[in-house]
């Protein structure tokens, strides 16, 4: 079965100021999906960001951006000129084109004024 | 864009009682998903259904059912609550793996609390 951690229950960093949220996961596929979800306080769960395993290229969407290392199994999230509104839980995924999805354990992410 | 609709929000409940989540998505999506959010534990999945009238358990299928009659719609009974089902319930979709690249659409969540 595919494993999916996240070390940082909880982190903080300042606005406008750069984070980098960390995930790391276990699988034996060649082939797979790696996404970042945000969920806003009492708010929708969204995607914010997806790689597919066989693409050398770091995805980036906007001010997110990912730093994905396939060798060691690591996905992480960067967020630079942090807003208020990126204060969230932050949930890694992966997928290994079945039917199912594995999520970690979440990041709870506040941005200080 | 996909929309997922979760019939409730917030529901209170007293042990013992039966509980009906309904979620309904609009886009064509094979697969469906009822997930429970419980604070440290991330989310961990219930049941998932790929096709109508098909279903398959999770991590944590006991304690539920779930029923897809159609393809828009799944639901996920609690046939007798118990207080240890007090949670968030998350209900997703997705297309079926054979089209292509995977994405979850999630619904708003329906909070459970079980006295």
């Known amino acids: 079965a595919q494993t999916v951690t996240q070390s940082q229950p ?24 790696l996404f970042w979800y945000k969920q806003p306080p009492s708010r929708q769960m ?9 693409k050398q290229q770091n995805a980036t969407e ?11 199994k690591s996905f992480s999230l960067k967020i630079s ?12 995924a992966f997928w290994d084109t079945g039917n199912q ?13 | 864009d996909v929309k997922v609709t979760q019939s409730s929000r ?19 999506h094979e697969n469906m998903f009822w997930y429970r959010q419980d604070p440290g534990l991330g989310l961990r999945l219930i049941y998932f259904s790929y096709d109508v009238k ?15 009659e159609k393809k828009e719609r799944f639901s996920l009974i609690l046939e007798s609550t118990s207080t240890n089902q007090t949670s968030m319930y ?12 995977n994405v979850l659409t999630f619904g708003a969540g329906s909070r459970l609390t079980v006295l």
Do not use: H, W
Request: aromatic share 12%; net charge negative.
């Open chain 2, 90 to 101: 998350l209900c997703a979709s997705s297309l079926g793996p054979s089209r292509g690249a």
């Open chain 2, 10 to 28: 917030y529901l209170v409940k007293r042990t013992g009682e039966k509980v009906f989540l309904e979620c309904v998505q609009d886009m064509d």
């Open chain 1, 10 to 33: 909880e982190m903080s960093v300042q606005e406008a100021e750069t984070v980098t949220l960390s995930c790391t996961y276990d699988t034996s596929e060649n082939n797979y999906y």
């Open chain 1, 81 to 92: 000129d942090s807003q208020l509104g990126d204060t969230a839980m932050y949930f890694c």
């Open chain 2, 54 to 68: 098909m279903k398959e358990k999770g991590d944590i299928p006991e304690g539920y059912s779930v029923s897809r």
């Open chain 1, 101 to 113: 999805f594995y999520f970690g354990t979440g990041t709870s992410l506040t941005v200080i004024p």
């Open chain 1, 62 to 72: 906007n001010r997110f951006s990912v730093n994905f290392q396939k060798a060691a």
């Open chain 1, 46 to 54: 969204i995607l914010v960001i997806r790689q597919e395993a066989y």
